[in-house]
């Protein structure tokens, strides 16, 4: 059974990082595009980043570009997501998934998906 738990989210400052990991279980990730997207009260979910199943491209929303980074260790069979500099507006429900295609960074090209964790950025 495919499964994605996601962890790592809390409270922190503005400013401040967290490192967001997501293991996954009953399949190997490097055969698979993987992706982190979140979700604000009130919004649609969003892609953040992406990486191509062949690990070739690796695409990030604009609005985090400079401050997040994608990576996957393929030997834990997990993905990370890095966040520095966080701000307010990032706060979100964050999500990884995965799917054998994913050809674009968007929530439709994901089939699996993880339950989320919450990320809150507050003084």
């Known amino acids: 059974q495919l499964q994605l738990v996601e962890s790592g989210g809390g409270l922190v400052q503005p400013g401040g990082s967290l490192r967001l990991s997501c293991a996954a279980s009953?399949?190997?990730?490097?055969?698979?595009?993987i992706g982190w997207f979140r979700q604000a009260p009130g919004k649609e979910r969003e892609g953040v980043s992406c990486l191509s199943r062949w690990g070739d491209i690796t695409t990030y929303a604009d609005s985090v570009k400079g401050r997040f980074t994608i990576s996957r260790d393929n030997a834990k069979n997990t993905v990370y997501l890095q966040m520095n500099s966080l701000k307010a507006e990032d706060t979100a429900v964050y999500y990884c998934?995965?799917?054998?295609?994913?050809?674009?960074?968007?929530?439709?090209?994901?089939?699996?998906w993880g339950q989320g964790t919450q990320v809150t950025v507050s003084s």
């Open positions: 998934a995965a799917d054998r295609m994913g050809r674009k960074c968007h929530p439709a090209d994901f089939g699996s």
């Open positions: 009953g399949f190997t990730l490097d055969y698979y595009a």
